[in-house]
Structure formats: C-alpha cells, structure tokens
C-alpha cells in the first residue's frame, strides 16, 4: 500500500529537448573546468524538481526548501531557476557529487507560484513546479479559523530562559522570531547562555551524540509564531565553534533526527493560542544528538483539535527544515493526547510523522475516548440513583474496569462533550447560554470539529456523531451470572444518553449520521488503514489501570488501536508495546524502557530508509525493525527484569497476570476492543444471546426497552466505511 508521502512532492519531470544529437559539458568537477565529453542519448535526460521542506501545494510563510536533481548531461553552469519571472538561480547551492542544485526560495505571493527551471540555449523550460502559498497564520487544510482566538503571548513562560514573550503584534498572536542559546551544566542542570561570551563557561557539560560526536552541550532555540501557535525548536549547536546553522551546513551535535514532542490534555482545548508546547528542552533527547520540535496547538489541553495539530506540525516541520536542511526522519512523541495526535496525524497526513512513540494511548479524542468516558458518565450517575441494590463488585463488572473507582474519575473528563462545562477561555459574555445567549459560543469536542462535522440546520450545532442506542449494558456480566436479569433490565431502562447541551436525558443518545460517515471517511475515527499501514508504532505504557482513584489511562486502548491496524491492513507487525509499572510516572524519558524505545524507533526507521528494494512498505517496516526491539513487560520489583512476551491479553500470559488489560463497558455490552462502532446496526433480541432465562414478564420488557432493537455486533456500524483519502482539506 503507497500514499503520497510528505516531502517528496515531484510534480513534472520535464525533459531537455533534443534537437541533435551534441556533446555537453557534464557539472562535476571543480568549478570552471571541463567535463569529458558526453553524448546526450536518444532518451533526454530527467529534471526532477522536488520540495524539500514540505508539499508544494501547501507551502506556507512565503518560502520554500527546493532541490533541482541533473542528470549528468545536464551541466549546472547551464542551468537558470526562475520563480514568476523572476531569477533566483544565485540563491542555489551546488552539490556537485550529489548532481544537485538546492535553494530557499522566498517572497512567494499567496497563492500559486511557477517555478521554472531552465537549461541555457533551449527554447522550453525544462521543468517546472508549482509553489501553491499559503499564509504564515494558516489555514492551509484544517478549514476556517475557528474564532474567538485567545491570545497568549504573555501567559507563554520561556523554558530555561523564564519570562514570557510580551504582547502580540495583531490578532494573529504574532511574536518576532527570537533565538536563543542556553548550556547544560556539568552538575545537569540548564543555564542560560551568557550573553556576549567569547568563551566556552567553566561548567559547561559536553555530551556524546547517538552517532558518537563529541559536542559542547549548548542548544540554539528558536521561538516564533505559524498558524496562530507558538513553535520552538531546539538542536546542538556551538555559537563559539560553528558557523551560524543553514540548510548547507548541519550543526555536529545534530544526528540528523528530530523528535516532534506532542503535549497532552483536551478539556478547555480550544479558542486559546496556548501557553506551552509539548517541550523542547529533554536533556536524554537533546543528549543524543536529537533535534526536538513542538508548538502551542500540539498540546491537546489547549487545542483538542487532530486537524489543527497536523496543520501546526506540518508548518513547524517546515519552518526546520527551511532553517536546517532535511532531516533523515521525525519521531512523534506523546502521550495521552499527544497519542491522539500520533495516531491521526500519521493516518490522515502520513509522512509527517516518520515513526512515532505513544504512551498512555487512545485511538483518538472523538470516540475510543469519548465513548468509554461517556458511557462511565452514564453509569456512574446511574449506580448513585439506582432504585435497584447493586454491590461496588456488580458495578465494576458492568464497566468492565479493574477497579470501579475509574467511572466517577473519569465523569468529569466526559464533560468535555459539554458546549459550557470547560469554556473559560471564551468571554462570559461571548459564551453559549441555552436561554441568554443561544446563539454563543459553544466549547466542546464536536463544536470545535465543526468544519468536518458541519452543523445542524434545526439547531445550527455541529452535527453529532455520538450514539448508544440499542446498547446492552452490561450484557457479559448478565451471562457471567455477576448481575441478576432485573439488574440487567432496570440498567438499560434508565441508562439514559444525553441531549444537544450534554445534560443527561431518560431517551438514548442518537447519532448524526451525516457527522458519522464524515468521522469513518476523513478519519476522525482513527482507521489505521492511512499513514498508520506504513508508519512503525511503539506503544508504551506505564500502567495506571489499577490505580484505586481511578484513571483514563486504561489499557485496552492500546489494544483498541492494535485490532483496528490488523482490521484495515490484515497486520499489526509494524505495532510493538512496551508496558510497566508507574514508577517513572506516566510517559518520562527517566523510564530506561522508554528511552530504549525512542533509540530503537531511530535505528528502525535507520534500517528503513537504507532498504532500496521495490518490496511491499510493510514487509520493509517488519526485516527493519531491530531485533533489541521486542515487545514485553517489566516486572514489577525493585530490580525490574524484562520478560519477552506478546501483550496479547492472554490471560495465562505473565505479563497479563501482572498488568491486567480488563475491558470497558461497550465492550462487556458485546463490542469487539477496536470500539471503532459510533452507531450499531440493530436486531431484535434473540434468546440465543442470553445464558440466564428470562420470565416472560422480563422478556416482554426486555423487548419494550429495546423496542428498535438491540446492537448487532456481527455487522458494520452505520455509515461505517474506509477512509476517503489522506491529506484531505476542509
């Protein structure tokens, strides 16, 4: 399976012309001096025009990373590079071994720009690429700017350096692009770089990259503003030893990878610039020789949006490259809801990400997360009213948690479904108000995905995709005998669902099914049949299910996002899990297992690339991946020792004895782990799917509570479907 990659956007090949058959002067050699005679064959040789920095259709800020391939019949003296009209061949750099010509070619109008490339003494252009700009505030494919926009320049505290970044220069959120330098000390700390030095400090620590160059440990970071977001970005470099970094000259700290940090979060994830980004200042990363990356609106506690992310990251991607030259790779890194941002990103704007590395996983914000947390939400505030006795071990079976503790933890979180419940950010006066101010902002997951979903012409709210009509809750604690049938039935009788405001209402929720066919198809529901085919995956986890007081983090994600790869692709082989105990907390590079991870994400996308053969990707991604990369468990002692298993949640399985998967409640209702079913097609109940017997009575209100049927697992959702294709615009 091949998807048009990030990059590598070759728009004409276009040929010299051949009129008779001469000899040319070849570009090798030093400049000035003649080539050997060659003969142009009867074939003409390629052109190839490539963007370097990003896609030429959507090349933002004004500028652009451009790289001329030559064949050798093509000297470069004879080569002119125009833009609209105008020359830029003297902004090019000459590789001559490598037979190419690469420039930053700047001041492109919004809009399309032609590039020409042409050879001296043919009347045709010899390859052309059309730059399509875009501007440096976007969008570029993410839809309209959703607006009210908070400004938070000065909420914005620097890393290292402290203070904030001052006003913004327009409505924008605009900040001047600032560099900064700071060191690491040899007691391990981060000082600023003392300003004017002409000399290395006495303290300063040196560090030994992963592809061994010894380097002063000093950081150039450069701060700036792209698609209303904050960006930084950090690498090695020596202000005292170097020369000032471009796309010529790599810095020696740098081992030619990035790592793009994906923060976290969602609830009040929406209106605001953003306060921080996912953070560019690791010491492990840094150390290593990696470059890091991240912005504002790649932490999901400030924008839950996956389309406004990729946008961002697609920019700061860019803004690198054009500064630094190409990179070899870039490794995703998140978790929680950076693992959003892993997961869809690839999926639905594959070759941004090249690997990534997730931990604390979900699918994606929409549904493997929102369902689980809403339904908790139901059944919680069911169980606090019921009319019917239910035992703390009854209930925890109905969600299918390890403990039960996780349903009222995680009730809050589902809030934010609600248009009010997490809108601080917007102005009270500015904010939804079903009786004052209906036609106010609304704050909430499906509103800020308004330009996917669209909007409701009753209600003018973004259509819905949210749905548990026909749901037996509760249904494989019915058949293990753990609850009683007039459990079973009071259960599904007063559930509920939730209303346009997200109040919890008696009737079941029902979804838009217009919001649904556009999740499956632009992949709001994360498909794994995208970018994620051929994008290798490590899954960490540090597990949290077990925590008494709860938590969102459970584990059966992971296995949600593995059974949806092996549906849509037939494998999971490029999808490894590493899984301990919380002693490192959540997702820190202080974990020896996680920083194992990062490193050999490195080596296998390092393997990848140096495979040249016309195989299939995935069986490439499967002879790349590193034999110290094996999937498994830490024990959970002092001295922890791996055990090289397959997390498979078999339940003789070591690893599983230690760290239990458990399930969640759509799941105990009958749904397979992918829970990628926003709505279920329907039957009538079938005592067939029943191992206790029903009276009559029973039966009959059975029937009454599900009277248009309860869900039919064996068959697809409604408007369930494939992906409409990647790099999609809205």
């Known amino acids: 399976m091949s998807h048009p990659r990030f990059g590598r956007n070759r728009t004409l090949k276009a040929l010299v012309p051949l009129t008779l058959v001469?000899?040319?002067?070849?570009?090798?050699?030093?400049?000035?001096?003649?080539?050997?005679?060659?003969?142009?064959?009867?074939?003409?040789?390629?052109?190839?025009?490539?963007?370097?920095?990003?896609r030429s259709d959507m090349v933002t800020g004004g500028d652009a990373l451009v790289q001329v391939e030559l064949p050798r019949q093509v000297p470069y003296q004879t080569v002119s590079i125009t833009v609209d009209g105008r020359d830029i061949t003297g902004a090019f750099d000459v590789d001559r071994a490598a037979r190419t010509m690469t420039g930053l070619v700047t001041d492109l109008e919004d809009g399309e720009n032609e590039l020409l490339v042409q050879v001296k003494g043919r009347s045709r252009p010899s390859a052309a690429l059309t730059?399509?700009?875009?501007?440096?505030?976007?969008?570029?494919?993410?839809?309209?700017?959703?607006?009210?926009?908070?400004?938070?320049?000065?909420?914005?505290?620097?890393?290292?350096?402290?203070?904030?970044?001052?006003?913004?220069?327009?409505?924008?959120?605009?900040?001047?692009?600032?560099?900064?330098?700071?060191y690491?000390?040899?007691?391990?700390?981060?000082?600023?770089w003392p300003d004017g030095a002409s000399s290395y400090p006495e303290n300063l620590a040196t560090t030994t990259t992963r592809d061994g160059a010894e380097v002063p440990f000093i950081v150039r970071m450069e701060t700036g503003t792209l698609n209303r977001a904050i960006y930084q970005t950090s690498i090695l470099h020596d202000p005292l030893g170097e020369p000032e970094p471009d796309f010529t000259s790599r810095p020696a700290g740098w081992n030619g990878a990035a790592i793009f940090t994906l923060g976290g979060g969602c609830t009040n994830g929406w209106y605001r610039q953003g306060n921080r980004t996912g953070g560019v200042t690791n010491a492990f990363m840094l150390g290593e020789g990696y470059a890091l990356m991240s912005s504002s609106l790649n932490v999901f506690g400030v924008n839950c949006s996956d389309l406004t992310a990729a946008e961002s990251?697609?920019?700061?991607?860019?803004?690198?490259?054009?500064?630094?030259?190409?990179?070899?790779?870039?490794?995703?890194?998140?978790?929680?809801?950076?693992?959003y941002q892993g997961h869809?990103?690839?999926?639905?704007?594959?070759?941004?990400?090249?690997?990534?590395v997730v931990g604390q996983s979900f699918p994606e914000v929409g549904f493997g997360t929102v369902n689980f947390i809403t339904d908790a939400w139901l059944l919680d505030t069911y169980f606090t009213g019921a009319a019917v006795e239910w035992t703390e071990e009854q209930q925890r079976a109905v969600t299918g948690f390890v403990t039960y503790a996780t349903a009222p933890n995680v009730a809050n979180g589902a809030r934010r479904i609600s248009p009010t419940s997490f809108c601080s950010i917007v102005p009270a006066g500015l904010r939804y108000h079903p009786q004052n101010n209906p036609d106010g902002v609304r704050c909430g997951v499906h509103d800020h995905t308004v330009n996917v979903y669209g909007t409701d012409p009753e209600t003018g709210f973004a259509r819905r995709p949210l749905d548990n009509e026909g749901i037996q809750y509760g249904l494989a604690a019915l058949n293990d005998g753990v609850i009683s049938v007039e459990q079973f039935l009071d259960l599904n009788e007063h559930v509920g669902g939730f209303d346009n405001d997200a109040n919890i209402r008696a009737e079941r929720t029902v979804a838009d099914l217009d919001a649904a066919r556009a999740a499956y198809q632009t992949g709001r529901l994360t498909n794994g049949g995208g970018g994620l085919a051929e994008t290798p995956i490590i899954d960490y986890r540090a597990y949290q299910d077990e925590i008494p007081t709860g938590d969102i983090h459970v584990r059966y994600h992971t296995f949600s996002m593995r059974e949806r790869l092996e549906k849509a692709?037939?494998?999971?082989?490029?999808?490894?899990?590493?899984?301990?105990?919380?002693?490192?907390?959540?997702f820190s590079t202080n974990s020896p297992l996680l920083r194992h991870g990062v490193t050999q994400m490195d080596t296998w996308l390092r393997n990848l690339a140096a495979d040249h053969s016309d195989?299939?990707?995935?069986?490439?991604?499967?002879?790349?991946?590193?034999?110290?990369?094996?999937?498994?468990?830490?024990?959970?002692?002092?001295?922890?020792?791996?055990?090289?298993?397959?997390?498979?949640?078999?339940?003789?399985?070591?690893?599983?004895?230690?760290?239990?998967?458990?399930?969640?409640?759509?799941?105990?209702?009958?749904?397979?782990?992918?829970?990628?079913?926003?709505?279920?097609?329907?039957?009538?109940?079938?005592?067939?799917?029943?191992?206790v017997d029903f009276t009559d009575e029973q039966w009959d209100r059975l029937q009454a509570i599900f009277a248009d049927g309860v869900c039919d697992y064996s068959k697809p959702g409604f408007e369930q479907q494939g992906l409409a294709g990647t790099w999609l615009r809205h």
């Open 184 to 192: 690491r000390t040899a007691s391990g700390g981060f000082s600023v």
């Open 22 to 54: 001469v000899p040319l002067l070849l570009g090798s050699g030093p400049a000035g001096a003649a080539d050997p005679p060659a003969l142009i064959p009867a074939t003409p040789p390629e052109i190839e025009v490539n963007t370097l920095s990003g």
């Open 131 to 182: 730059l399509v700009n875009h501007p440096v505030e976007g969008p570029v494919f993410s839809g309209p700017h959703q607006q009210p926009f908070a400004c938070e320049t000065q909420a914005f505290t620097m890393p290292v350096l402290g203070g904030d970044l001052g006003e913004p220069l327009d409505e924008d959120c605009s900040i001047e692009t600032r560099v900064d330098y700071f």
């Open 569 to 586: 692709n037939g494998t999971a082989v490029n999808h490894v899990s590493l899984l301990e105990d919380r002693r490192y907390g959540g």
């Open 615 to 691: 195989r299939d990707q995935i069986d490439k991604i499967a002879d790349a991946r590193p034999a110290e990369l094996i999937e498994g468990c830490n024990t959970r002692d002092n001295d922890p020792m791996f055990i090289a298993q397959d997390l498979n949640r078999d339940p003789a399985s070591e690893c599983e004895q230690l760290y239990p998967s458990a399930s969640f409640p759509r799941e105990v209702a009958g749904e397979s782990v992918a829970a990628d079913i926003i709505k279920c097609q329907r039957k009538d109940p079938d005592p067939a799917d029943y191992d």
């Open 344 to 356: 869809q990103i690839s999926d639905n704007y594959p070759g941004i990400f090249d690997g990534i």
């Open 313 to 339: 990251a697609m920019m700061v991607k860019e803004r690198f490259v054009e500064a630094y030259g190409p990179i070899d790779h870039v490794i995703g890194f998140g978790a929680s809801g950076g693992s």
